[in-house]
């Protein structure tokens, strides 16, 4: 897992004032009375002063967790790399043994926190097949064909990267959606690393946005 953060835009305070310029005001300094401020947008669900705050990661996934990733769409930019013009070796996602998970029946989607019985035989199942889509993508190239075709035999396993820009406010709808237990193990692992860069760089808005979120999705459920 690689969750690299590239710059910031922004702080705290920058939320503070796209809030007070509506009385034509601005703060030099944050104190306490914008830490109250903010916490007082959140809980009331005045957002647009959340988006003004800009974050630039460079993220590094399996296929299948950016692809539920890539559905948050309002308040991001992303750009990923292509196996259109990209042939090298690439890098599949080879879950440990204890991660293989059991179906949970009692769910339309998702797993049990436990491993499936023979959790053994099916991680020697994944790496197999792992091996054998790059020897083949391998060969395939080997004899000529595009990039573009040779990747049609490439695992949703496979690691994808991309550069992604959001504002404060969608990677705290992100994160609380993607950290809920409900969620894919996979996702949560990289949504929580977000979480903590986000907490550190904006910890006020971060704490103020996250609790808000927490507090909407318990009384929906």
Request: proline share 4%.
């Amino acid at each position: 897992m690689e969750v690299q953060l590239l710059e910031t835009f922004g702080s705290d305070l920058t939320v503070v004032n796209a809030a007070r310029v509506s009385f034509a005001k601005e703060s030099a300094t944050f104190d306490d009375m914008d830490a109250r401020l903010i916490k007082y947008l959140a809980r009331n669900e005045h957002n647009s002063p959340f988006y003004h705050p800009q974050v630039r990661f460079r993220l590094k996934m399996p296929i299948f967790v950016a692809r539920e990733w890539f559905r948050h769409t309002v308040g991001f930019a992303r750009n990923e790399v292509s196996r259109r013009y990209v042939d090298s070796e690439p890098e599949i996602f080879l879950p440990a043994a204890e991660d293989i998970r059991e179906r949970d029946s009692n769910k339309k989607q998702g797993s049990k926190d436990t491993a499936v019985p023979t959790s053994g035989a099916a991680h020697d199942l994944i790496r197999d097949i792992n091996e054998k889509s790059k020897a083949t993508y391998s060969r395939l190239l080997e004899m000529g064909v595009a990039p573009e075709l040779a990747r049609t035999v490439l695992p949703q396993g496979m690691y994808t990267e991309f550069i992604e820009t959001g504002s404060l406010y969608a990677y705290a709808r992100l994160c609380q959606l993607r950290m809920d237990s409900h969620a894919q193990k996979e996702i949560r692992d990289y949504a929580g690393a977000v979480s903590a860069i986000m907490s550190k760089a904006f910890p006020v808005s971060w704490a103020a946005l996250t609790a808000t979120t927490t507090a909407t999705t318990t009384t929906t459920a």
